[in-house]
């Protein structure tokens, strides 16, 4: 038979109840799990898989949005394969790691989702962004 919860007890308290009787790393991963789950509104809207340059755009523009490059991380991962996961070991090894918006568009522009000139206009955008962040 399985125990069931008053009725009265809200979502919060639940949540407390059940992080007390979780180690450091499961409530450590419960925390991550609720900041991921209120993510803005961009975050939200970032396409699961790219295969076109709107998706591109959608992707870039949410980073613009919100100055995180974990937009980038999943992107990277999935569209990583043992070459490319090796290339970037060497690059971090050597200190030539490239950021995550050049290896993401690396990654796209190696799949021909976007163009040379798509890459160049997004690195302006890039530079011109972290001058801005800068000042």
């Known amino acids: ?5 008053p009725l009265s007890l809200s979502k919060e308290r639940i949540i407390t109840m059940a992080s007390n009787t979780l180690t450091p790393l499961e409530n450590s991963l419960r925390n991550a799990y609720i900041a991921t789950s209120t993510r803005s509104s961009d975050m ?3 396409p699961d898989i790219i295969e076109t340059k709107a998706q591109v755009d959608t992707v ?9 490059d974990a937009v980038f991380t999943r992107h990277i991962k999935a569209m990583s394969d043992e070459h490319d996961r090796s290339s970037i070991a060497i690059m971090r090894g050597s200190g030539n790691e490239l950021d995550p918006m050049c ?6 522009l190696g799949r021909k989702i976007i163009a040379v000139e798509d890459v160049i206009a997004y690195n302006a955008r890039y530079s011109d962004w972290k001058k801005s962040e800068a000042a």
């Open 1 to 5: 038979m399985s125990r069931r919860l």
């Open 44 to 46: 939200a809207r970032i």
């Open 60 to 68: 870039v523009d949410a980073f613009f949005a919100t100055g995180d």
């Open 103 to 108: 290896e993401l568009l690396s990654l796209v």
